[in-house]
T-cell receptor, first 115, second 111 residues
Framework: AQKVTQAQTEISVVEKEDVTLDCVYETRDTTYYLFWYKQPPSGELVFLIRRNSFDEQNEISGRYSWNFQKSTSSFNFTITASQVVDSAVYFCALSSQGGSEKLVFGKGTKLTVNP | NAGVTQTPKFRILKIGQSMTLQCTQDMNHNYMYWYRQDPGMGLKLIYYSVGAGITDKGEVPNGYNVSRSTTEDFPLRLELAAPSQTSVYFC??????????FGPGTRLLVL
């Protein structure tokens, strides 16, 4: 069975601080995909990144960066110099290649960035 | 492209009533999904479809039904609404092996 654990339920930081959101996953599949989605207070789900299990290169996109480590089954997300607009719930998700390709979600981490 | 659209945005139902949540995508995606989001619980898969005419149950299918007669549409049917079905419902779609994009959600309150 697949499982995604986001141990941090809520995080509160002050603007300009760096913050890392943790994600640990479980799967028996050799080929899988990992995702991060952002859910701002308005409620929609915004896609941030998708990572293939064969690609362990870290990725940086502006103030966002992702650290994928298969050895520890982790896919952590770091926001550098956080801003108030980063306040949202962030979900980590996992899907297998083939079959339904359904997404299995973690419970989410609520990030609050205070001015 | 409009992407994934969902109607209605918000609905209040009385216990025992039925309704259909509509989901339409204009990206020619084969894969479509229905998730529900309960507070603090992440999203759970209700039903999914890998193509027109093909549907299957997800993690929490009880109390729901779906159909997929066209590639574009994937309606979710609630036959006898119960308070436990109060939730936010998200529809998603994708092509095979590609990113899943979500609709804006339908907020349902069953009283």
């Amino acid at each position: 069975a697949q499982k995604v654990t986001q141990a941090q339920t809520e995080i509160s930081v002050v603007e300009k601080e760096d913050v890392t959101l943790d994600c640990v996953y479980e799967t028996r599949d050799t080929t899988y995909y990992l995702f991060w989605y952002k859910q701002p207070p308005s409620g929609e789900l915004v896609f941030l990144i998708r990572r293939n299990s064969f690609d362990e290169q870290n990725e940086i996109s502006g103030r966002y960066s992702w650290n994928f480590q298969k050895s520890t089954s982790s896919f952590n997300f770091t926001i550098t110099a956080s801003q108030v607009v980063d306040s949202a719930v962030y979900f980590c998700a996992l899907s297998s290649q083939g079959g339904s390709e359904k997404l299995v979600f973690g419970k989410g981490t609520k990030l609050t960035v205070n001015p | 492209n409009a992407g994934v659209t969902q109607t209605p945005k918000f609905r209040i139902l009385k216990i025992g009533q039925s309704m259909t949540l509509q989901c339409t995508q204009d990206m020619n995606h084969n894969y479509m999904y229905w998730y529900r989001q309960d507070p603090g619980m992440g999203l759970k898969l209700i039903y999914y479809s890998v193509g027109a005419g093909i549907t299957d149950k997800g993690e929490v299918p009880n109390g729901y039904n779906v159909s997929r007669s066209t590639t574009e549409d994937f309606p979710l049917r609630l036959e006898l609404a119960a308070p436990s079905q109060t939730s936010v419902y998200f529809c998603a779609s994708s092509k095979q092996l590609e990113t899943k994009y979500f609709g804006p959600g339908t907020r349902l309150l069953v009283l």
